[in-house]
């Protein structure tokens, strides 16, 4: 069975850190670009970072240079490093599998397989 | 970035109703364009990918038209187990984007 799990939420204080992990199993994970989205309470949902097979990354406006993404393809896990972290920032975090096309060594994709999600909240 | 706007945000339907939600893009996704269903507390669901294709065990009452910056997603038949919040996504270029979501609750 194909599977994304995701751990690492928690309480986290404005201006703090946190690192979200997804443990991946059931598919050549390697071989697959990897994406975080986000979903705010009571929101939609809202794409925050892709990562490449090689390693290649892009990210959200609204998390560019507070975010980092990385992944371990010999541990089949993705990461999502937060800082500087804010209010809004508060969200369930799902890893996502794209299935979809590459072109000019970006893939794209409509999210197939996804998380449980871990929740973040911001707050002092 | 490329906004996906979803019409209506909210649409109240009985059991055996036709059902169609709109996403339209502000540029042209060309067909890169997927349909989720998320219910109350549970994980999005992928319903459909490429402007039509259905994933595998999604019910045929669901079908996706459209190109370029118009979509719709349609419920043939509404049945109980469809009434969720649905979500369009374009996948033509980054930053990814969502529409808004459409709730679709009991009449």
């Known amino acids: 069975e194909m599977q994304l799990v995701e751990s690492g939420g928690g309480l986290v204080q404005p201006g703090g850190s946190v690192r979200l992990s997804c443990a991946a199993s059931g598919f050549a994970f390697s071989r697959y670009s990897m994406n975080w989205v986000r979903q705010a309470p009571g929101k939609g949902l809202e794409w925050v970072s892709y990562i490449s097979s090689g390693g290649n990354t892009i990210y959200a406006d609204s998390v560019k240079g507070r975010f980092t993404i990385s992944r371990d393809n010999a541990e089949n896990s993705l990461h999502l490093q937060m800082s500087s972290l804010r209010a809004e920032d508060t969200a369930v975090y799902y890893c996502?599998?794209?299935?979809?096309?590459?072109?000019?060594?970006?893939?794209?994709?409509?999210?197939?397989?996804w998380g449980q999600g871990t929740m973040v909240t911001v707050s002092s | 970035d490329i906004q996906m706007t979803q019409s209506p945000s909210t649409l109240s339907a009985s059991v055996g109703d036709r059902v169609t939600i709109t996403c339209r893009a502000s540029e042209s996704v060309s067909n890169w364009l997927a349909w989720y269903q998320q219910k109350p507390g549970k994980v999005p669901k992928l319903l459909i990918h490429k402007t039509s294709s259905l994933e595998n065990g999604v019910p045929s009452r669901f079908s996706g038209s459209g190109s370029g910056t118009e979509f719709t997603l349609t419920i043939s038949s509404l049945q109980p187990d469809d009434f969720a919040t649905y979500y369009c996504?374009?996948?033509?270029?980054?930053?990814?984007?969502f529409g808004g979501g459409t709730k679709v609750d009991i009449k």
């Open positions: 996504q374009q996948y033509n270029s980054y930053s990814l984007t």
């Open positions: 996502v599998r794209p299935s979809g096309y590459c072109s000019g060594g970006t893939c794209y994709g409509a999210f197939d397989i």
